[in-house]
Nanobody
Framework: QVQLVESGGGLVQAGGSLRLSCAAS????????MGWFRQAPGRVREFVAA????????YYANSVLGRFTISRDNAKNTVYLQMNSLKPEDTAVYYC?????????????????WGQGTQVTVSS
């Protein structure tokens, strides 16, 4: 069993920044890939970013490439999502999730545990 708790969401103006955190517990953190997904009202959950078990490899959705940075601290059992140059279309509930796969993945079905989500709202 894995528990994931996100934090850091909030309301920000377009062009601003936020840093999301996701603290994990329940199994060795360095054994799984970590991902961030988001879901806006009326839309399907979509991939945002993923980081490998060591943190040495990352993968991003085209919509956030160059603006968002995913990282992890295995000593603190925490994954981060630094979001810069935020746009109104980034407004969504953001979820972190774990995947017992060998490489970073953007597939929702590869992820087995999910946090409760944190709301990010970007005003224009």
């Amino acid at each position: 069993q894995v528990q994931l708790v996100e934090s850091g969401g909030g309301l920000v103006q377009a062009g601003g920044s936020l840093r999301l955190s996701c603290a994990a517990s329940g199994r060795p953190f360095s054994t799984y890939v970590m991902g961030w997904f988001r879901q806006a009202p009326g839309r399907v959950r979509e991939f945002v970013a993923a980081v490998s078990r060591s943190g040495g490899s990352t993968y991003y959705a085209n919509s956030v490439l160059g603006r968002f940075t995913i990282s992890r601290d295995n000593a603190k059992n925490t994954v981060y999502l630094q979001m810069n140059s935020l746009k109104p279309e980034d407004t969504a509930v953001y979820y972190c999730a774990t995947a017992l796969v060998r490489a970073v993945s953007q597939k929702v079905e590869d992820y087995d545990y999910w946090g409760q989500g944190t709301q990010v709202t970007v005003s224009s």
